[in-house]
Nanobody, 129 residues
Framework: QAQLVESGGGSVQPGGSLRLSCVVS????????MGWFRQAPGKEREGVAS?????????YYGDSVKGRFTISQDTAKSTVYLQMDSLKPEDTATYYC?????????????????????WGQGTQVTVSS
C-alpha cells in the first residue's frame, strides 16, 4: 500500500515562499497520479495542483493558486513538490499530498478530490504578519 509523507510546512509572512515535499513509499511512483490539496478550518478540502508522473508537462492548478504555486517532481526520489510563492493569508491551511493509482498510465486532466484515494497526514502552512 502506498504511503505519503509530507514535510516543509511552517509559518511565513505574506509575500513569502515555502516548498512542500511529499515522499512516496510502498508503491511505484510512476504508477501513481499525484496531487496537492488543502483544507482551512471550516472549509471543504480544495484541490491545489496535480501532476502526471509519466508526463511532466501535464500539470493542473486550482484557480486560486495559478501563477503563484508550482508543482514538480523527482521521479528518481519518488517525491512530489509544491513550491508556493507570493503567499497570502488566505493560503493558510493544512496541505495534503494525495495520489491514486493510474490505469494504463492514464491520469485525469483535473484536480478532483473524488479521484484521490491515498492521502498523507497533512502539513500546516500559516501565512500571517
Amino acid at each position: 500500500q502506498a504511503q505519503l509523507v509530507e514535510s516543509g510546512g511552517g509559518s511565513v509572512q505574506p509575500g513569502g515562499s515555502l516548498r512542500l515535499s511529499c515522499v512516496v513509499s510502498g508503491y511505484s511512483y510512476n504508477n501513481l497520479c499525484m496531487g496537492w490539496f488543502r483544507q482551512a478550518p471550516g472549509k471543504e478540502r480544495e484541490g491545489v495542483a496535480s501532476i502526471h508522473p509519466g508526463a511532466d508537462s501535464a500539470r493542473y492548478y486550482g484557480d486560486s493558486v495559478k501563477g503563484r504555486f508550482t508543482i514538480s517532481q523527482d521521479t528518481a526520489k519518488s517525491t512530489v513538490y509544491l513550491q508556493m510563492d507570493s503567499l497570502k493569508p488566505e493560503d493558510t491551511a493544512t496541505y495534503y499530498c494525495a495520489a491514486y493509482k493510474s490505469s494504463w498510465g492514464f491520469c485525469f486532466a483535473r484536480i478532483s478530490r473524488t479521484d484521490f484515494g491515498i492521502w498523507g497526514q497533512g502539513t500546516q502552512v500559516t501565512v500571517s504578519s
